[in-house]
């Protein structure tokens, strides 16, 4: 998925309960073990434990740009070897998050060439062309509104979604996802007419969104270059800025001690790669030794 597979990253690790909430209702995060399996080289996108009603599972969620022949089937193995690893039961769901190409629907069968069935695997698709834009402007649902450019009809509704976008996340108090609204609907509305409109909603909510407005660079970068290069360049650098707060932000809920630490840090890492890097091994770390080693490694 490319660029899209570090979106997502940021939009879970950012907000995982959000996400969580939109899977199953009362139901509460406990924590992301997505590093821990890639050390058993299970290369899933999110994987985390849950709890509802007293019984802990594993809430399993693939992202798909487009259509894949084979995720059902690494669906499938990633659930099948979490499931042994940890010991208890895992929900999988695979997330379109555009339209295009043939999808596998569930269920995923593993059986005999003579058509002897051996496992049959179920799991949930979800397209977002096909989800109206109310469900992510529901309460506790805030972090997944930079998704809502890709919901059912919000591509002829461009204002009113990036309106909508801007308002719910700075109603939320969730500025820090900003920048990757921006980028998601720099993906969406991609004509000449798009970009300007999209710059003249940036201006009207100027005020409020002085701390994240490093992104409207990255859309005069992208109308004013007019080249797919300087777009990707300049969504990149949107990126980077993005993941250098998403570091902060954590450091300081987690390891506020360690907060001028953090900053320096994060000026000093140039990519979104070091940056998701440094996240990864921060939201892991115990103690405020292992914080400071993960914010220094790199």
């Not at 849950?50 to 798909?64: G, S, Y």
Request: net charge negative.
């Amino acid at each position: 998925m490319g660029d899209w597979d570090d979106l997502t990253k940021i939009l879970i690790r950012a907000y995982p309960q959000d996400l969580v909430s939109l899977m199953f209702r009362d139901t509460h995060y406990i924590e992301n073990i997505t590093n821990e399996l890639k050390v058993r080289s299970i290369e899933a996108d999110f994987m985390c434990k849950v709890e509802r009603n007293d019984e802990e599972f594993i809430l399993h969620v693939e992202f798909q740009k487009s259509s894949d022949a084979t995720v059902g089937e690494r669906t499938w193995e990633y659930n099948c070897s979490t499931t042994m690893i940890e010991k208890l039961p895992v929900y999988s769901f695979v997330i379109y998050l555009t339209k295009g190409g043939v999808i596998d629907e569930p269920p995923f069968r593993k059986g005999l060439k003579g058509g002897e069935p051996i496992h049959t695997f179920h799991y949930q698709n979800i397209f977002l062309w096909e989800m109206p834009p109310e469900v992510l402007k529901q309460e506790g649902l805030e972090g997944l509104l930079p998704l809502l450019p890709l919901t059912k009809g919000a591509e002829s509704a461009r204002d009113t979604t990036v309106r909508d976008m801007i308002k719910g996340l700075r109603d939320a108090g969730k500025d820090d996802m900003l920048a990757l609204g921006y980028t998601v609907a720099g993906r969406i509305y991609k004509t000449e007419d798009d970009k300007q409109a999209i710059r003249r909603i940036m201006t009207m909510f100027e005020d409020t969104l002085e701390s994240s407005w490093y992104y409207q660079e990255v859309i005069e970068k992208g109308i004013n270059i007019g080249r797919q290069k300087g777009i990707e360049r300049g969504i990149e650098e949107g990126e980077v800025k993005a993941m250098r707060s998403m570091l902060i932000r954590v450091t300081q809920t987690h390891f506020p001690e360690l907060l001028p630490l953090a900053r320096h840090e994060a000026e000093q890492s140039a990519t979104v790669a070091k940056l998701n890097a440094k996240v990864d091994k921060l939201l892991l770390a115990k103690t405020a030794d292992e914080a400071r080693q993960a914010l220094q490694e790199g």
